[in-house]
């Protein structure tokens, strides 16, 4: 396992994942999104087809990162960095949103809110290697 | 000013930053860094000469994302993202870094803690456009 149980629990606390991907001029995209394990994998749903769906299709290099609000024995801030590649998967959005939402939003939270979402794509990124600051660097 | 009072509000607050950088094989290099404006500029300090200095000499486009904790009207997280360039510049970052360090670390830490730290450097990024969820979006 790329991701030890550290990661795991990082990316699976409900805390918010900035999402990094290569724009066709090599400049970097950015958004901060909802983001689960599956294994290796860290699965991001999402309802349209933004810039960084185009991007992830073009080019599969995807960093994730993410601050656990813990801090280390200097107080410095631990953050994981998931470095992987990504594959594209149509539908399956509002499910993975729904089930993301009871944690990022509240138990009762529907989401999306709209009565008929579009499926969306599920972004699966597979863990290829992590940095950052923090217990999974050992 | 690309950054309005909304954005200049969200990059002074002793928020983390997530700082992204080009590696030479055209990925992404993420670091979480602490920040502050200066204008339109945006200002990191570095002691040693790590990755992402190395990226910025050779390509200086860079990539700043910062989670205000503020949610909008449909409860989704906001985020402000500059998209800028940086110069590199020699020295200055333990004045820097304990500047900052009195908002992220506590205001009588002292940082950086050894008794002579390097010059380091300074990240001066200037911002160019700005993007995410949130008031900077208009």
Do not use: C
């Not at 689960?36 to 991001?44: M, R, Y």
């Not at 200097?74 to 149509?90: C, F, K, N, Q, S």
């Amino acid at each position: 396992m790329v991701l030890n149980e550290a990661a795991q629990a990082a990316l699976n606390s409900s805390k918010l994942v900035h999402l990094t991907t290569i724009n066709p001029d090599g400049s970097t995209q950015v958004s901060v999104v909802w983001a689960k394990t599956d294994g290796d994998d860290l699965l991001v749903g999402h309802l349209g087809g933004g810039q960084k769906v185009r991007n992830l299709k073009r080019d599969p290099r995807a960093t994730a990162t993410v601050i656990t609000g813990h801090r280390n024995e200097i107080g410095l801030d631990e953050y994981l960095v998931v470095h992987g590649m990504a594959t594209v998967e149509e539908g399956g959005a509002p499910e993975l949103l729904q089930d993301l939402a009871h944690g990022y939003l509240g138990p009762d939270v529907k989401f999306p809110p709209m009565p008929d979402p579009p499926p969306g794509t599920v972004l699966r990124i597979t863990a290829h290697r992590v940095g950052g600051v923090g217990p999974w660097m050992e």
